[in-house]
């Protein structure tokens, strides 16, 4: 089966960049956080303000939030080039799924603490989750198709198998030599 490329790259390729693309943008992304959530106190931001439960518990642990998104992502992305390695299917169907609710939760950390950063550094946050979403969803377009193929490959194989134990039972069946011996004598 010739495997197809798609901006120079195949699907396999593709999911190892975005594996290790993952890994690198997750800790770039939680440099310059920490230096603009974990210095803001909640309290004083807040008192002037009226807000609900939720967007007061977003806003006070928006740090540990990104953080613990942070870890998560990079653990997903190491178990994706793994699931590369070993043709894991589910391991690339999961990730797809995780960076999906990142990205997601993520945008809500950013719209809810977007008021207490300086105009400049909201603009540097908006254009680091623009790109970083954007890529990740060419990502995900390599990692979809190279899980199609793995689930396919491993579907044949599935068949493959079944019609060998069917047909190891009949018998009449002669044995075929192997290409290498027609091969060797077809040159000679």
Not at 45 to 57: A, K
Request: hydrophobic share 45%.
């Amino acid at each position: 089966m010739k495997q197809q490329n798609w901006f120079g790259l195949t699907a396999k390729m593709g999911t190892v960049l975005s594996g290790v693309f993952s890994i690198m943008a997750t800790h770039m992304h939680l440099i310059f956080e920490r230096k603009h959530l974990e210095n803001s106190n909640c309290t004083d931001n807040l008192q002037s303000q009226f807000t609900n439960v939720v967007s007061h518990f977003i806003i006070c642990w928006s740090f540990k939030i990104v953080l613990l998104l942070s870890l998560v992502t990079m653990a997903v992305s190491c178990f994706l080039l793994y699931s590369v390695y070993a043709q894991i299917y589910g391991g690339l169907m999961s990730y797809t799924i995780w960076i999906f609710t990142y990205e997601s939760i993520n945008l809500a950390v950013q719209i809810f603490t977007n008021e207490f950063s300086v105009a400049l550094v909201r603009a540097m946050r908006w254009f680091g989750w623009v790109s970083r979403a954007s890529l990740h969803s060419l990502c995900l377009y390599f990692v979809v198709t190279h899980a199609q193929i793995i689930y396919q490959s491993k579907k044949q194989g599935n068949i493959i198998s079944y019609h060998r134990r069917i047909s190891l039972g009949a018998g009449d069946a002669p044995r075929r030599k192997s290409k290498i011996i027609t091969f060797i004598h077809h040159n000679n």
